[in-house]
């Protein structure tokens, strides 16, 4: 459709599906929203959504997600810069697989239509996408990046193999990270999680464990706090100190972390891992019994998450296995526990437990019968006279006070005694100042098909050889033939012509590495391969990203908060090292929707409270969807669709489209002489919208505009009605600023008001503050507190004035009648009360 040609019929009503149907075809030949021509000094802003997993259709969860990020995308544009806000699909992964292998198809298959459905619904919906930096990750051309980044990462020393206890799902027959279980259970298929033994490749993302927690300061300001909460406490800083334990009947003593170094005179046994290579080194030297008892509660603890292991309301359990430590600040022989509530990979797998002053400690001990002895003379809980035993109590102590009990450090508070408690282990050599991390090694390796091939050949003569990058990518072999169901490996083990290849380096026969990487891999980086989405020279042009990186708003849901978040701040920061980016947090700021619900519960065909979201499209539009969801709530918060009302959008839009639908002025027309409210309505519009938006309160701009739509609408139906060349003025500020929500519906508008689209691309006007001056007010009469008459005054007017001309209202003179006037308030500019009682 050309753009030049006649689109707006004068006799037409609002109708959404008519105004989608004119506008999509001029917006698909417009490309408005391309960016691979912005000048080099043009300003610029990326805004980018979380990319979607192509699992069916989009959902309404997609439509307020994406809506709000289009509301960002769409406002920067219309304060003058030029935008990036890209498009893609994080199409690898698990489910893909899964649906594949339920079908009875390959899983591009399945994948590919599924982009195909929501590339469609997307275009319906309207966000303000760059649709020529489309990606989708399962492409080899996207792929083969992530190759290189492995290799540059196994170049740099960050990716390494080693054997490891891991989640293991039996029925997915993959490798499974700590957040995809669930009490114990495969979050995706529900069967319960065993530990596996396995080589796996690792990213040494503990390497960068200080700079992930300290630069987290600079973003204080622009992330939620609680998921800057979240990213700190999933890596888990401490310090403390690292103390020696003598073990009786073994030559190398071990070591324990302890934050509580104060505490050493209150530890009164020792607990190890279970699954641990030390505890299974001190079993085999206890009895039979112990050891089969053992080996049955070993088998338990595989069936749990660490995540569930350390949850405090868990049962304690645990087993003696006839072992005793030597406490190097007092000799005493305290017993080694194996218990589940402490981990193999947390600090050295050992933990002293000082019962009295650790709530998981306590609870143990007071199951298995072991001493509890206070070191740390706290105060009183409020209210209580005395501290009560926590032997009795149940309640560990873990407020500050005095040591007690400890010797020569009795009376000291607790930083000066871990200070010198610390300085004396390490004078003896039994210990030294240690900082410990939560945090482990990223696991990339899975055990399926559908995924990026690891670039590593295994030669029984040479080792480990990284594929040479000339020979990238190393696609995937069809999945015609294997058995993508393959128990215990990875399906890409049986595609003989594909694993069996020559060494690069010696030419002897080798192997591929069949194992895939883990998808959070795939999304680490893709806010950088949009920068050169079409390149097959470069992951992403360095100039490219010196021009648009890091992203200036991100949006995306708090469930990701996270390992996609911390994968995507350890990347960037490797690339950082290796000079392929000047900066180190890729997201200056962060938006976190909340979730869209239906009748309190969470949306599925299970429960019946399932809302389609093509069939809310159906019956209200993209713009209602949108502006319902912009305007339901602050955008963190839920939204229960059962509350919000598309209709009574659909309705406010068709009230704007109607006012700009009746402008009688010319385009051009100056504003100056119009009606002095409107101005100011429209201005003081303009002065508060930016502020509104940057801090997200997309609710209240929408509020806003349906104020202004409003007083728009009475002045038309007063004075100089359509003709007021103020009238023109707030239907284009109306027509500007509803395009963040409403892209169909204002798009219209503007050509209505005569102009040529698209309307997206229109900078705002800027606010006259002189028109914010308030040199005029309404005046409320009123006889015996009920308001009779309104009017205009100056701002300035005196209370003689005002009263006189309240006195002169003809309303008020009906109202007053022949009653008599026993009292007038003044309170001008705003009010005058006049007190009458009947005469006689």
Partial sequence: MSTNEPIIDEAEKYDFAAIQDRWLGVWDELKPFATADTPADAPRKYVLDMFPYPSG???????EAFALGDVMARYWRGRGYAVMHPIGWDSFGLPAENAAIKRGIDPREWTYANID?????FRRYAPSFDWDREIHTSDPEYYRWNQWLFLKLYEKGLAYRKDSAVNWCPVDQTVLANEQVVNGRCERCDSLVTKKKLNQWYFKI??????????????????????????RNWVGRSYGADVSFEIEGRAEAVEVYTTRPDTLFGAT?????????????????ASEATRTAFAAYLDEVKKSNDIDRQATDREKTGLFIERYAINPVNGERLPIWVADYVLADYGHGAIMAVPAHDQRDLDFARKFDLPVRVVVQTSPLEGAEAVADPAESGIALAGEGELINSGEFNGLPKAEAIARVTAQLDERGLGHSAKNYRLRDWLISRQRYWGTPIPIIHCEACGEVPVPE??????????????????GKSPLGAAEDWVNVSCPRCGGAALRDSDTMDTFVDSSWYFLRFLSANSDRVAFDVEEAKRWAPIDQYVGGVEHAILHLLYSRFMTKVLHDLDYVDFVEPFTSLLNQGMVLMDGAKMSKSKGNLVEFQGELDAYGADALRVTLAFASPPEDDIDWADVSPAGAAKFLARAWRVAKDVATEPGTSPEGGDRALRRATHQFLTDAPGLVESYKFNVVVARLMELTNITRRTIDAGAGAADPAVREA???????????????????????GHPAPVALVVWKDADPALLVQDAVTAVFQVNGKVRDRAEVATDISEAELEALARGSEAVQRAVGEGEIVNVIVRAPKLVNIAVKPRG
């Fill in 269 to 285: 046994f020792m607990v190890v891992a279970p699954d641990s290579d030390l505890a299974e080194e001190l079993v085999a030297g």
């Fill in 57 to 63: 259709d989009l959902h309404m969860g997609h439509a």
């Fill in 206 to 231: 503990t390497d960068y464990a200080d700079r992930l927690v300290d630069d987290l300061d600079t973003l204080e300001a622009t992330w939620p706090s609680k998921v800057l909460s979240m990213q």
């Fill in 470 to 487: 000339d020979q990238l990518p190393v696609t995937l072999p069809p999945a015609e033939g294997l058995d993508l169901q393959a128990k």
């Fill in 731 to 753: 239907a284009e500020t109306i027509a500007t600023g509803l395009n963040l929500f409403a892209p169909y519906a204002s798009e219209d508008m503007w050509a209505h008001l």
């Fill in 117 to 121: 459905q929501q590339r469609a619904s």
